[in-house]
């Protein structure tokens, strides 16, 4: 089953995907909903960042090659399972333009990455039932300005500038994410492909963790992290994160002031 | 005026103050809201974290002795105004427990601080109408465990397990910061008092900087941070922070397995 969430009216609903069209509803897919009497065209419907989160969870560092990247770079890897934060402010659909500030540096990059959607509410989750809270997957594109990132006090515009966050299309409930394999494309040119769970902690290693000392609810999102490393953004790009079993992330590039 | 959430027929609700009575509201008091025809006694009711906010925004290293702490250990001074963040999950509003858990080293240390409650979304702020869109403040009680904060790749447990954010005991429209002074209490003894303009950014540096890339919106709250070192917590300790005009925010401390 595919959920989306779309301007409809002139306000954001969650909807149900079904062929080519979208079906509003009222309530929300994680508890009680009801399909209003109506269908749009989904070829035309403005589709926004799937779910707005109470928390936005990322973890990082957690692909054989980016970490090697990274640590080259002076990060350190991780020994367990972590989290990082992203805040909702940054979040936008496909198709959305990424805007990059007039005064950003040039070195900012994209990490294509696989996205869980929780689904309950749920503490001290064991790699036995870590998977039930799972409702579905979508697919985040986790834009870093390097620069900021290196010298800021902390990651804040370096990963929170509004815009930064590209999430959807839509969220899917069922995917084999043992099959599922990223591809990364940059202006057309496929550019990275990876195996979802060649990863070094999988969603269950991360919800374990973070069980232990936090609550999650629904409508929280995961961001599982990218393999490989990105060449720079520049006004006019445009970055494609295509997950089989999901669909396509796409997502125009503008420099403020271009 | 005071706005308060509280326990209402078992469901969280917000409220307005008055003397020793609550009026539960519809709606909430960001937009449209209505009184309900009903009031509640303010003693016994239970008092939960006044808001859940969208972006949960704190900055830090943001007073003189506790920057010069925080540099002693380590850290480097900020050079401009900035946020880090947190998460909802672990508010809770006055009274409620901080709970350690078991495993936690017993490096765990409190700030009181003063948080700005946002009332309009907006963006590119200054410093001539940054203040327009705070829509009132309450206390917020910065919870840290010291030796996670220092080996984790980046803060999560260390300041976000459940129960480190108390945050309370209500929000009041209508504060003279110029006059504001916190005073610290551990186990009823005062530990530390200050001035919060103290603070080496102030409530509009910050919303200016980060509105100059981020859209704050109704309901997002900004912690501003305390003033000096706090000695570490342990099982049946209570801290208070209570700043004039606004009011007492106290919460026992338990340790898991005690």
């Not at 079904?18 to 909903?33: A, H, L, N, V």
């Amino acid at each position: 089953m595919r959920w989306c969430r779309f301007k409809y009216n002139d306000h954001p609903s969650f909807g149900i995907i079904e062929d080519d069209k979208i079906i509003p509803i009222t309530g929300s897919p994680f508890e009680d909903y009801q399909r209003v009497n109506a269908e749009v065209e989904q070829n035309g419907a403005e589709l926004l960042a799937p779910v707005i989160p109470p928390t936005f969870y990322a973890t990082g560092r957690n692909y054989p090659e980016h970490l090697a990247d990274r640590v080259a770079h002076g990060s350190t890897a991780p020994k367990e399972a972590w989290t990082g934060y992203r805040a909702s402010n940054a979040l936008v659909g496909t198709k959305h333009p990424i805007i990059i500030p007039a005064d950003c540096p040039d070195d900012v990059e994209y990490e294509g990455e696989l996205v869980a959607v929780i689904g309950k509410q749920a503490k001290n989750l064991t790699h036995d039932n870590a998977m039930d809270v799972v409702f579905g997957y979508t697919i985040g594109n986790d834009i870093s300005g390097m620069s900021w990132h290196k010298n800021d006090p902390r990651p804040w515009r370096s990963k929170n500038t509004d815009t930064w966050k590209p999430m959807g299309p839509w969220i899917e409930t069922d995917l084999d994410v043992s099959k599922a394999v990223a591809t990364i494309r940059h202006n057309g040119k496929d550019m990275t492909e990876f195996k979802i769970d060649s990863w070094i902690f999988s969603i269950a290693d991360v919800l374990v963790a973070i069980t232990k000392y936090m609550t999650v609810y629904p409508g929280d999102i995961l961001w599982m992290g990218a393999e490989g490393v990105s060449p720079y953004l520049k006004h006019g790009d445009e970055v494609e994160i295509e997950i089989n079993g999901i669909g396509v992330l796409t997502n125009p590039v503008i420099r403020e002031g271009m």
